[in-house]
Each structure stands twice: as structure tokens, then as C-alpha cells.
């Protein structure tokens, strides 16, 4: 009988269009599904609480799938090399297989694990599950990284078309008797109290047929508007694919070659889902740049901007974080994020801009925010984001491009149905004073219930002498050494 097979689950946590699962199940061997909680606390790639949240759901999702299959998955916590070590000798296995990773902990963990298992005589074999492309594969014509996404996505787009999805195994062949390994509950991901996850749970189901169930919803109705209300947060016109595709429960090509037939299908709706492979080809492009940069999360792609003078307010940036700016489209995107774990994209670059820009406070404190209360927390599509909207990154927003809250509302919440939804203290506000209530002559705030630095804050900065603020600071990198 041939000596069992491991395959180590990281970021890929579905079994359709999983080639190393597929591969395991072709070579005929005994298959032992493996998860390790690798121990990364207090670095800026340490899973934050409501990735963990999600977490717990897509494990116990994958190994009921797993289980249909013939072979449960075993979790395990600690290092990985020591971990995977500890399970070939205790199963004899004799092949390790995984699906490649791109963050650079796990890129430098995988190049260490595999060197120590070959020199042991262990056959490794990696493969792509992430990404349309490898990043080695989309180069200029120089040979070197793109850094402006419009001339990567057109690259993309010119290649011929990603590798078509491959299925689910139909059966999986199981060890003579099962390792063990941890209970999930224990691992305490999702911790009973305080038990502040109830909006998460609200608002999403984790696991894979979840997220087939999304795209095909999306692909059948907002997908065909998709370009025109993207950007209207009071609406369901998004794909709400995000925290999947980050937990790996589906994976880009599926989404490419699903969201393709679809266009072919519907004519009418080709345009909107261009738009929305555009948006996967920006996660792509994230990836692309990690690959490049592992310093993403914390350094600057400009130099310049290690010299920016950010200010150090704790206050302003704890009313960020709860919603309590009195700028109400600020305010009703974080307070989204703290109930659900998620906020529109729009109002995320709204939000990002305003502690950046307005409060002038740096852009690696909104990221942290981000990657600690986001269910699609991310390592490459995060810090690409706030470079962008800070103007430090590649294909950046220029600094100087500032938006302006009260007009970002009006233009994209143009009914308030985004923010009275959010920002209920508001929802009687007539819509011509709902995102400036500050300037509301008193009888209509009485009216609204509304009390201003009671029932709702003030304004914590103005916005026009914030902006002046933040462009005297950026005249004073912007001479410097060129990035």
C-alpha cells in the first residue's frame, strides 16, 4: 500500500478547485488533510478577531466536506515544520502537498518547510490556488514588476485564460486509523464572552458552498448593474465575495471562468461583470506588489513618506474607530465595519482618507483597524488599499486628492438609506441636512431629535482647514528624495 499523503490546507480552505486536495486524490494513497494554527501573534500577519471569527466556520465547513469525502481534516497548533514533522513520523507519509501562499512569513515558513522535508526524502509538491497568475508569469517588457494597475490588468488580460477550475475530488482514501489532532472549540476563535460577534453572524455564513452560493447569486442579479451602483453603499450591488476569497473558500479562477460565462450568457450584463473581474484584477495586482515588497504593511512604497510629519492624537483616532467623528458617512462606514466586519468599498476609501487626510493621522493605524476588525482582512489587498488612498503607494491617489465627506455623501448616499441605516441617531435628519448636520438650523435638528455633542457628535476636525493642514505637511516631503 503506498505510504500516506498530507495536504497541508493554509489560505485554501474549500475542495473544488483545490489542485493540491485533487492531486492527493489522483496519486491513490491515504490522504491526510491537514490544518496548523501556526502561532504568528504580535506580527503584522497574526490573524485579527474577526478573521478568527470567520476562521472557526470555514475549518468546520471543510472538514464536514472532508468528511463526505473519506478523510476528516486534523487540526493542529505550533510551528508548522515541527508540526508536519511530528505527523510524518507518527503516519509514515511520504508526500507533503499544498497550495502556495504569497504573504512573506508564509512564503519564507513554506521555503523552509519544503527545503527540510526534501533533504529527508520526502516528495513536496506546491501549486497555485490563490491567484490568476503567478506573479513571475506578469511582467513588463523590461522583465521587471508592473506599478500602475491599468498596464498590469491589460498585461493580464492579453494572456491567454487562466487554468479552468478543477472539481472536487469524488473520494478520498483514508489512513488505516486517523492521527489526532485538536477539537476546534478549543482553539476558542470564536470566544464565548464576550460575545460580541453577534452582527458578524448576522450578516454571514462562512464556507465554501456559501461562497459559490454568493457568486451565483451575484452573476444572476447585481452583477448586471454592477458598474453603475458600485459605488452606492445604501444598495445590495456587490458581490460580498471578499471574506471568502480570503479564507480561500473560493478561488479566482472560479470566479474568472464562472463570471466569463456568465457574460456570454447575458450580454446585457457583460458590461457590469467586466467591471467587477476589474476589481479581482486589483486583488491580483495586491498580490503582484506583496510579492515585491514584503515590508507592505508597514513601509511606504515612497520613501518620502517615512519622513511625513503624521500626528500622534489618540482620542481622534479612538472616535474614528467607533464611528464618533460627526461626519455621518464616516461615522456609518466604521460603524458597519464594528457590527459586520465588512464595509463597502467606497466608504472605505471615504473613511481611509478622512483619518489620513483630515486627521492626518498614519495610514499604518487605519490598516491595523482594518486587519483586526475585517472578516476579509487580507496581507496584500489591505495595505495596497491604504497606500493608495494615503499616496504613498504604487498606482497611488495623488495626496492632494482629499475627499471631502459631506460631498462623498451626498453623491453616493444621495437617499441616506446607507447612513440612517448605520447612524440611527440620524434617521429623521431631512436628506438636504443629513450629512452636514452641523449647518441644520436649529428647528429642523429639534425636529430630527437631533442634539448636537449629545444624541450626536460634532464634527471633530473641519474638514476645509484639515485639508490645508494635510497639504502644508505633504509640501514638506514632496521635494525630498525622489521614491
Not at 491599468?150 to 498585461?155: I, L, N, Q, V, Y
Request: hydrophobic share 45%; charged share 25%; net charge neutral.
Amino acid at each position: 500500500m503506498s505510504s500516506p499523503i498530507i495536504v497541508w490546507f493554509r489560505n485554501d480552505l474549500r475542495v473544488a478547485d483545490n489542485p493540491a486536495l485533487a492531486r492527493a486524490a489522483a496519486l491513490g494513497g491515504p490522504v491526510l488533510p491537514l490544518f496548523v494554527r501556526e502561532e504568528r501573534a504580535g506580527t503584522a500577519w497574526a490573524p485579527g478577531a474577526a478573521a478568527r471569527w470567520w476562521l472557526h466556520g470555514s475549518l468546520a465547513r471543510l472538514d464536514e466536506a472532508l468528511r463526505r469525502l473519506g478523510s476528516p481534516l486534523i487540526l493542529r497548533r505550533g510551528e508548522a515544520g515541527a508540526v508536519l514533522d511530528a505527523l510524518v513520523a507518527e503516519t509514515g507519509a511520504g508526500t507533503v502537498l499544498w497550495n502556495r501562499r504569497y504573504d512573506p512569513p508564509g512564503t519564507a515558513t513554506d521555503d523552509a518547510v519544503e527545503k527540510a522535508l526534501t533533504a529527508r526524502g520526502l516528495t513536496v509538491e506546491t501549486f497555485n490556488a490563490a491567484l490568476l497568475f503567478e506573479p513571475r508569469e506578469v511582467r513588463t517588457r523590461s522583465g521587471g514588476p508592473f506599478r500602475v494597475f491599468t498596464p498590469f490588468w491589460r498585461s493580464c488580460l492579453d494572456r491567454s485564460a487562466p487554468p479552468a477550475p478543477v472539481g472536487a475530488p469524488a473520494r478520498l482514501s483514508a489512513p488505516a486509523a486517523a492521527p489526532a489532532g485538536d477539537r476546534l472549540d478549543d482553539w476558542a476563535l470564536r470566544p464565548s464572552a464576550p460575545d460580541w460577534a453577534g452582527g458578524l453572524r448576522a450578516a454571514w455564513t462562512p464556507g465554501e458552498a456559501a461562497a459559490r452560493a454568493a457568486l451565483a447569486g451575484f452573476l444572476d442579479g447585481a452583477a448586471a448593474r454592477y458598474r453603475e451602483d458600485r459605488d452606492r453603499p445604501g444598495r445590495d450591488a456587490t458581490s460580498r465575495l471578499s471574506p471568502h476569497l480570503a479564507h480561500g473558500e473560493i478561488g479566482p479562477r472560479q470566479i474568472w471562468h464562472a463570471a466569463r460565462t456568465a457574460a456570454a450568457a447575458q450580454p446585457a450584463a457583460a458590461p457590469g461583470i467586466e467591471a467587477f473581474l476589474r476589481e479581482i484584477g486589483w486583488r491580483e495586482f495586491a498580490y503582484h506588489l506583496l510579492s515585491e515588497a514584503p515590508a507592505l504593511a508597514d513601509a511606504p512604497l515612497d520613501r518620502r513618506f517615512a519622513a511625513f510629519p503624521w500626528r500622534d492624537d489618540a482620542a481622534a483616532l479612538a472616535a474614528w474607530q467607533r464611528g464618533r467623528t460627526g461626519y455621518p458617512i464616516v461615522d456609518a462606514g466604521m460603524r458597519q465595519l464594528w457590527q459586520t466586519g465588512w464595509m463597502h468599498n467606497r466608504v472605505r476609501m471615504i473613511a481611509a482618507s478622512f483619518l489620513v487626510k483630515d486627521l492626518l493621522l498614519p495610514w499604518q493605524a487605519g490598516e491595523a483597524w482594518f486587519r483586526d476588525t475585517l472578516v476579509d482582512a487580507d496581507p496584500a489587498n489591505n495595505p495596497v488599499g491604504w497606500q493608495w488612498v494615503a499616496g504613498c503607494g504604487a498606482d497611488a491617489a495623488p495626496f492632494f486628492r482629499v475627499f471631502n465627506p459631506v460631498l462623498q455623501g451626498e453623491t453616493h448616499d444621495r437617499d441616506g438609506r446607507y447612513v440612517r441605516r448605520y447612524v440611527p441617531e440620524l434617521q429623521d435628519m431631512p436628506d438636504a441636512w443629513l450629512h452636514k448636520p452641523w449647518q441644520a438650523p436649529p428647528d429642523v435638528l429639534e425636529r430630527a431629535g437631533v442634539r448636537l455633542g449629545s444624541t450626536y457628535p460634532r464634527p471633530i476636525v473641519d474638514h476645509a482647514a484639515a485639508r490645508d493642514r494635510a497639504l502644508l505637511a505633504y509640501a514638506a516631503v514632496k521635494e525630498t528624495e525622489p521614491r
